[in-house]
C-alpha cells in the first residue's frame, strides 16, 4: 500500500445523472460537498435512477457556488437551478427511508427534467443534511447522516479490482462487453497502487486529510450494466461479478466508507491503511 494514491475524484450534484471529475473536494460528515444533493422523485415522491430511466446517464448537473446546478443534456438548452429559497418541504421516498426534502423553486427545472426523460419528475434539493437521513443504523453511529447516496456517505473503489474484473468478463462468454470503464460503478474516490480486491480486508483508511471508516461492500445493480455515454444495457458486469464477487448474496464491488475525520481530499493524495 505504500504506493496507493488518489487516482480521481467525482461527485453526482443530481442523484443518478453523470458524475463530474474533480481535483480537489471538501468532504463533510455526509460524503463530499455538493454530492447528491438533488435528485428526481415522481409523482408519488419515489425516487427516480437509472435503474429505470438508464437515459438518466445522458444529463449532467455542473455544481455551481453555493450549492446551485447547471443542467444539461442532448437536445435541451441548458439550465441554471439555485438553490430553493423556501423553507417548505414535501415528503419523499428513497428506497426504505421517507424523508423531507425542498423542491426547486422554478417551475421550468421540473419541466426540464421531465422534458429529458419523457415522464413526469420533480428536482427535489436536500436542505439539511445533518438531520434529514441516518445512515443505515446496522452500519453506523448515532448522528451519522448521508445526502440522496444510495446509502452511505462514500463509496471507494480501486483500478486493480476493475483489472481484475475486466480480466473475469475477458475470460467469459461475453468478452465483448469488455472492459468496462469505472464509471460504472460511481464512485466518490478512485484509487491507484493497491492490490486486487485488498479493500476488502480495509476497516479504517486514511486519504489525504480524511480519515473513514469501511462500513461494507457496496452490492451492485442494474446500473453497473448501463453504458453511462450512450445509456445502452448490456449483462456486465453483473454476470461475472455473479460467478466471482457474490458475497452473502449480494453482488460486490467497492467498499462503502463513514468519514471519521474530515478534510480535503485531493488527486495524488497518499492512501494508508489504518486497520
Known amino acids: 500500500m505504500g504506493n496507493a494514491r488518489v487516482q480521481s475524484i467525482h461527485v453526482?450534484?443530481?442523484?443518478?445523472?453523470?458524475s463530474v471529475p474533480l481535483q480537489e473536494a471538501v468532504v463533510e460528515p455526509w460524503g463530499l460537498a455538493g454530492d447528491r444533493r438533488w435528485m428526481l422523485v415522481d409523482d408519488g415522491g419515489r425516487v427516480v435512477t437509472q435503474r429505470e430511466r438508464p437515459r438518466l446517464a445522458l444529463a449532467a448537473a455542473e455544481l455551481l457556488p453555493g450549492g446551485g446546478?447547471?443542467?444539461s443534456a442532448p437536445g435541451l438548452e441548458p439550465l441554471t437551478v439555485p438553490v430553493?429559497?423556501?423553507?417548505?418541504t414535501v415528503p419523499v421516498h428513497i428506497f426504505r427511508d421517507?424523508?423531507?426534502a425542498v423542491p426547486a423553486e422554478a417551475p421550468e427545472a421540473h419541466a426540464w427534467c421531465s422534458a429529458h426523460l419523457g415522464t413526469d419528475v420533480r428536482l427535489v434539493h436536500m436542505d439539511d443534511p445533518a438531520t434529514r437521513r441516518q445512515v443505515d443504523p446496522a452500519y453506523s453511529r448515532p448522528g451519522e447522516t448521508v445526502t440522496f447516496a444510495d446509502g452511505f456517505p462514500l463509496l471507494v473503489t480501486t483500478t486493480a479490482s476493475l483489472d481484475a474484473l475486466n480480466a473475469m468478463?475477458?475470460?467469459g462468454d461475453r468478452p465483448a462487453e469488455g472492459p468496462l470503464p469505472m464509471n460504472r460503478f460511481r464512485p466518490n474516490l478512485v484509487l491507484s497502487g493497491?492490490?486486487?480486491?485488498?479493500?476488502?480486508?480495509w476497516t479504517r483508511i486514511a486519504v489525504g486529510e480524511l480519515v473513514a471508516r469501511v462500513a461494507k461492500p457496496c452490492g451492485r445493480c442494474v446500473v453497473t450494466t448501463t453504458d453511462q455515454d450512450t445509456a445502452a444495457r448490456g449483462k456486465e458486469p453483473l454476470r461475472s461479478l455473479a460467478r466471482h464477487r457474490a458475497i452473502e448474496g449480494r453482488l460486490v464491488f467497492g467498499q462503502n466508507l463513514v468519514p471519521e475525520?474530515?478534510?480535503t481530499v485531493r488527486v495524488g493524495d497518499p492512501v494508508r491503511v489504518l486497520e
Do not use: S
Request: glycine share 10%; hydrophobic share 45%; net charge neutral.
Open 12 to 18: 453526482h450534484p443530481v442523484k443518478a445523472l453523470r
Open 69 to 71: 446546478i447547471r443542467l
Open 84 to 88: 430553493p429559497k423556501a423553507a417548505e
Open 98 to 100: 421517507t424523508l423531507e
Open 169 to 171: 468478463i475477458a475470460g
Open 194 to 201: 493497491t492490490e486486487a480486491w485488498a479493500e476488502d480486508g
Open 261 to 263: 475525520r474530515l478534510g
